[in-house]
Protein backbone atom coordinates (compact mmCIF):
# COMPACT_ATOMS: atom_id res chain seq x y z
CA UNK A 1 0.00 0.00 0.00
CA UNK A 2 1.46 3.61 -0.80
CA UNK A 3 1.04 6.59 1.50
CA UNK A 4 1.49 9.78 0.84
CA UNK A 5 1.95 13.45 3.38
CA UNK A 6 -1.10 15.38 2.69
CA UNK A 7 -1.20 19.46 3.51
CA UNK A 8 -4.76 20.76 3.59
CA UNK A 9 -6.74 24.16 4.81
CA UNK A 10 -8.95 25.03 7.91
CA UNK A 11 -11.60 23.81 8.44
CA UNK A 12 -11.36 20.69 6.50
CA UNK A 13 -15.03 21.10 5.22
CA UNK A 14 -15.16 25.05 4.48
CA UNK A 15 -15.37 25.87 1.08
CA UNK A 16 -11.01 25.98 0.43
CA UNK A 17 -9.09 28.39 -1.05
CA UNK A 18 -8.78 28.00 -4.71
CA UNK A 19 -6.47 25.58 -6.05
CA UNK A 20 -5.16 27.92 -8.76
CA UNK A 21 -4.34 30.16 -5.18
CA UNK A 22 -2.55 27.21 -3.58
CA UNK A 23 -0.76 26.34 -6.89
CA UNK A 24 0.56 29.97 -7.06
CA UNK A 25 1.67 29.82 -3.26
CA UNK A 26 3.61 26.29 -4.11
CA UNK A 27 5.50 27.57 -7.04
CA UNK A 28 6.69 30.56 -5.64
CA UNK A 29 8.06 29.29 -2.58
CA UNK A 30 9.64 26.36 -4.38
CA UNK A 31 7.58 23.66 -3.22
CA UNK A 32 5.81 22.60 -6.28
CA UNK A 33 7.75 22.25 -9.79
CA UNK A 34 7.18 21.13 -13.34
CA UNK A 35 3.98 19.91 -14.49
CA UNK A 36 3.40 16.16 -15.45
CA UNK A 37 0.21 16.54 -16.36
CA UNK A 38 -3.27 15.10 -14.74
CA UNK A 39 -2.29 17.51 -11.73
CA UNK A 40 0.72 15.92 -10.81
CA UNK A 41 3.72 17.69 -10.46
CA UNK A 42 7.43 16.97 -9.81
CA UNK A 43 8.64 18.55 -6.50
CA UNK A 44 10.37 22.57 -6.86
CA UNK A 45 13.77 23.60 -6.74
CA UNK A 46 13.24 24.22 -2.89
CA UNK A 47 11.17 20.78 -1.88
CA UNK A 48 13.83 19.89 0.63
CA UNK A 49 13.79 23.02 2.06
CA UNK A 50 10.28 22.79 3.23
CA UNK A 51 9.75 19.58 4.11
CA UNK A 52 12.24 17.63 7.04
CA UNK A 53 13.04 13.65 6.51
CA UNK A 54 13.84 11.48 9.74
CA UNK A 55 16.30 9.40 8.97
CA UNK A 56 20.07 9.90 8.03
CA UNK A 57 20.05 9.50 4.44
CA UNK A 58 16.11 8.94 2.84
CA UNK A 59 16.03 7.13 -0.60
CA UNK A 60 13.71 9.02 -2.69
CA UNK A 61 12.64 8.77 -6.13
CA UNK A 62 12.20 11.81 -7.91
CA UNK A 63 11.58 10.70 -11.39
CA UNK A 64 9.11 7.85 -12.98
CA UNK A 65 10.89 4.72 -14.30
CA UNK A 66 8.80 5.05 -17.36
CA UNK A 67 5.72 5.85 -18.75
CA UNK A 68 2.57 6.00 -16.44
CA UNK A 69 4.67 5.21 -13.39
CA UNK A 70 3.24 6.67 -10.27
CA UNK A 71 5.80 5.07 -7.31
CA UNK A 72 8.21 7.97 -7.15
CA UNK A 73 7.89 10.97 -5.17
CA UNK A 74 5.81 13.30 -6.48
CA UNK A 75 3.00 16.16 -5.90
CA UNK A 76 -0.61 15.97 -6.85
CA UNK A 77 -3.43 18.99 -5.71
CA UNK A 78 -6.40 17.36 -5.16
CA UNK A 79 -10.42 19.50 -4.77
CA UNK A 80 -13.42 17.36 -3.43
CA UNK A 81 -16.82 18.29 -3.66
CA UNK A 82 -17.40 15.55 -0.99
CA UNK A 83 -14.37 14.86 0.96
CA UNK A 84 -13.17 11.16 1.32
CA UNK A 85 -11.93 10.01 4.31
CA UNK A 86 -8.19 7.90 4.04
CA UNK A 87 -6.17 6.41 7.77
CA UNK A 88 -2.44 5.84 7.26
CA UNK A 89 -2.22 1.94 7.54
CA UNK A 90 -2.09 0.43 11.39
CA UNK A 91 -2.12 4.08 12.55
CA UNK A 92 -5.22 6.07 12.45
CA UNK A 93 -7.18 5.90 16.20
CA UNK A 94 -9.62 8.43 16.32
CA UNK A 95 -10.58 10.85 19.06
CA UNK A 96 -13.20 12.97 19.75
CA UNK A 97 -12.26 16.35 19.55
CA UNK A 98 -14.53 17.79 22.31
CA UNK A 99 -13.16 15.30 24.72
CA UNK A 100 -10.04 13.18 24.05
CA UNK A 101 -12.26 9.95 24.50
CA UNK A 102 -11.49 7.05 21.94
CA UNK A 103 -14.26 6.49 19.14
CA UNK A 104 -15.54 3.20 19.82
CA UNK A 105 -16.17 0.41 16.44
CA UNK A 106 -14.26 3.04 14.54
CA UNK A 107 -12.42 0.04 12.03
CA UNK A 108 -16.33 -1.17 11.62
CA UNK A 109 -17.44 2.00 10.38
CA UNK A 110 -14.35 2.99 8.43
CA UNK A 111 -15.94 1.84 4.82
CA UNK A 112 -18.72 4.15 4.88
CA UNK A 113 -16.57 6.85 6.49
CA UNK A 114 -14.16 6.67 3.65
CA UNK A 115 -16.91 7.30 1.30
CA UNK A 116 -18.13 9.93 3.01
CA UNK A 117 -16.78 12.01 5.69
CA UNK A 118 -19.03 14.37 6.12
CA UNK A 119 -21.15 11.68 8.48
CA UNK A 120 -22.00 13.15 11.10
CA UNK A 121 -20.70 11.06 15.07
CA UNK A 122 -21.76 11.55 18.74
CA UNK A 123 -19.44 10.97 21.20
CA UNK A 124 -20.79 8.86 24.40
CA UNK A 125 -18.48 10.31 26.52
CA UNK A 126 -19.14 14.07 26.45
CA UNK A 127 -22.55 14.41 23.85
CA UNK A 128 -20.35 16.23 21.12
CA UNK A 129 -21.42 15.98 17.57
CA UNK A 130 -19.18 16.20 14.81
CA UNK A 131 -18.56 15.22 10.99
CA UNK A 132 -15.75 12.14 10.82
CA UNK A 133 -13.39 14.63 9.14
CA UNK A 134 -13.74 16.77 12.20
CA UNK A 135 -12.97 13.94 14.62
CA UNK A 136 -8.91 14.19 15.64
CA UNK A 137 -7.07 11.42 13.96
CA UNK A 138 -3.88 12.50 14.89
CA UNK A 139 -2.21 13.31 11.85
CA UNK A 140 -3.00 9.48 10.47
CA UNK A 141 -6.58 10.52 8.72
CA UNK A 142 -7.81 13.22 6.90
CA UNK A 143 -10.62 14.40 4.85
CA UNK A 144 -10.73 17.55 3.36
CA UNK A 145 -11.97 19.59 0.41
CA UNK A 146 -8.74 20.95 -0.70
CA UNK A 147 -5.49 18.53 -0.70
CA UNK A 148 -1.85 18.91 -1.19
CA UNK A 149 -0.45 15.19 -1.18
CA UNK A 150 3.48 14.64 -1.59
CA UNK A 151 3.48 11.11 -2.58
CA UNK A 152 5.41 7.83 -1.55
CA UNK A 153 5.72 9.42 1.92
CA UNK A 154 5.78 6.71 4.92
CA UNK A 155 3.43 7.83 7.75
CA UNK A 156 6.02 9.85 10.28
CA UNK A 157 8.76 9.87 7.37
CA UNK A 158 8.38 13.63 6.72
CA UNK A 159 7.12 17.01 8.38
CA UNK A 160 6.29 19.98 6.27
CA UNK A 161 8.51 23.04 7.49
CA UNK A 162 6.86 25.84 9.70
CA UNK A 163 7.59 28.30 6.85
CA UNK A 164 5.67 26.29 4.27
CA UNK A 165 2.87 26.64 6.56
CA UNK A 166 2.92 30.19 7.41
CA UNK A 167 3.40 30.59 3.48
CA UNK A 168 0.24 29.11 2.44
CA UNK A 169 -1.91 30.49 5.36
CA UNK A 170 -0.17 33.96 4.40
CA UNK A 171 -1.08 33.68 0.12
CA UNK A 172 -4.41 32.18 1.27
CA UNK A 173 -5.80 33.54 4.75
CA UNK A 174 -6.64 30.03 5.50
CA UNK A 175 -4.37 27.80 8.65
CA UNK A 176 -3.11 24.51 7.38
CA UNK A 177 -2.21 21.54 8.91
CA UNK A 178 -0.95 17.99 7.93
CA UNK A 179 -1.23 14.33 8.32
CA UNK A 180 -0.20 11.28 6.46
CA UNK A 181 -2.22 8.37 5.40
CA UNK A 182 -2.77 5.82 2.27
CA UNK A 183 -2.36 7.29 -1.03
CA UNK A 184 -5.83 8.64 -3.08
CA UNK A 185 -3.78 7.76 -6.32
CA UNK A 186 -5.16 3.59 -5.91
CA UNK A 187 -8.32 5.02 -5.92
CA UNK A 188 -10.44 5.83 -8.96
CA UNK A 189 -9.42 9.60 -9.98
CA UNK A 190 -12.11 11.97 -8.90
CA UNK A 191 -12.12 15.43 -9.81
CA UNK A 192 -8.37 15.92 -9.76
CA UNK A 193 -7.37 20.07 -10.94
CA UNK A 194 -5.01 22.54 -11.51
Not at 17 to 28: D, F, G, N, T, Y
Not at 103 to 117: N, S, Y
Request: charged residues 25%.
Amino acid sequence: MNTSLYLFPLPVLDEPPPAQQVEAVLRQCGFLGDSLGEGRYRVGGNFFGHITFAGCLPHLKLEPAEEGDVDFTHLRLREESRPRLRVAPQRGRPRCQGCGAAVPGWKERLPQWQEDATSRWRCAECGSEMRVAELDWRQYGVAARLLVEVRQVWPGEALPGDALLRQLESGTGRSWSYAWAESFWALPLIEWVV
